[in-house]
């Protein structure tokens, strides 16, 4: 998987308990250890992470929620030996080991949701994974020789039909809807795409210039109707709903000039794992974000989701003339301050 946002868009898709901070909580006979698991591997990253923390379960609360709390809620190097074996056709052809890491040190931040803040610890590998292999997670706990285990399949590449390429041009300016389409994936069940739309701003008063990314969760958890990569996944919104986006997101501000840049489409498609763990939520997050479910787990030996997803992007992607006049002189995104079209005869302004 990518790097935890990790994961991460996405894929790619729960409620996550926020607990408070307690150092005080006493470990003793009241309390069952629980193995806490959350990985998606991704064959299209360099490095795969894969999150294990320790909670405890007592009498009157969940481990999740204890997940939370700050103190001893991870495990020591010695403490686990974790390793991702290779399957395929029923037959083990490798034992990949993996790594521990203090992802603080990797410039890895810790989401904010289920597990305490830090330490950010992390089992990784950057070993290829091979798409026309299965792959399960092992770790064995020395103390108590308990084994944790967990399987998935690997989520194909897709082609993205729209948009597709980079270096071309988008209209949000025109009437009517718009419909962005990629191909299912195989292996794949739930589907989520973000856009990212990145523009400069330019200091009126100090002259100084930044460079900002604002990220749109267009849609989330579409259902695919299919695993074995037939048909397509399609979402049609209104073409306005880009500018009613940013004037939603963006305050007006006198001091500065905008400029747009350009734009990316991150397209994530999760596993049936991630599925099966959306219908028993039912909720609204994305397969991009780190979550577990108390309700769903395929992890035997502990809790969590280990499952796979793969993103397919297309960056570079330039708005219209059109729209680059619509954003700087229509009526919903004009009070953002941005420049018109250079094709415009009153660029910089709008001549209105």
């Known amino acids: 998987m990518d790097r935890l946002s990790a994961f991460i868009p996405v894929l790619l898709l729960t409620a996550v308990i926020h607990a408070g901070c307690d150092n005080t909580l006493e470990i003793n006979g009241g309390y069952q250890e629980r193995v806490i698991v959350y990985g998606l591997l991704d064959h299209g990253a360099d490095t795969q992470y894969i999150r294990i923390q320790k909670s405890f379960l007592g009498e009157n609360t969940s ?89 998935t399949r690997i989520v194909w590449s897709y082609y993205l039909y729209f948009p597709t390429r980079p270096d071309t041009y988008i209209d949000f300016a025109d009437t009517g809807r718009i419909t962005f389409t990629c191909k299912q994936a195989v292996h794949a069940k739930l589907y989520d795409l973000n856009l990212t739309f990145r523009y400069a701003e330019k200091n009126t008063v100090t002259g100084d210039s930044t460079i900002h990314a604002l990220t749109w969760n267009i849609f989330s958890n579409k259902s695919g109707t299919n695993t074995e990569g037939y048909s397509n996944i399609a979402y049609s919104m209104e073409r306005y709903s880009f500018f009613t986006f940013l004037a939603a997101t963006l305050e007006p501000d006198t001091q500065v000039v905008r400029y747009a840049l350009d734009l990316q489409f991150d397209w994530y498609a999760g596993g049936m794992e991630l599925y099966d763990q959306y219908l028993n939520m039912l909720a609204n997050l994305g397969i991009n974000q780190d979550y577990i479910s108390p309700e769903y787990t395929n992890v035997d030996g502990g809790i969590g989701i280990f499952s796979s997803r793969h993103k397919e992007s297309a960056g570079n992607i330039r708005l219209g003339d059109a729209t680059l006049d619509s954003l700087a002189c229509g009526v919903i995104t004009r009070p953002l301050g941005f420049v018109s079209a250079a094709s415009n005869p009153d660029y910089p302004g709008c001549g209105l």
């Open 63 to 151: 481990a999740l929620e204890l997940a939370g709390q700050a103190g001893e809620n991870y495990y020591l190097p010695e403490e686990l030996t974790v390793y991702l074996w290779r399957w395929q056709d029923g037959v083990r052809t490798d034992s990949i080991p993996l790594e521990y890491v203090d992802g603080d040190t990797l410039g890895i931040d810790k989401p904010e949701g289920l597990f305490a803040s830090t330490p950010n610890i992390l089992y990784r590998t950057t070993a290829t994974i091979d798409t026309l292999s299965d792959y399960q997670l092992m770790a064995i706990h020395h103390a108590s020789g308990d084994t944790i285990s967990a399987y």
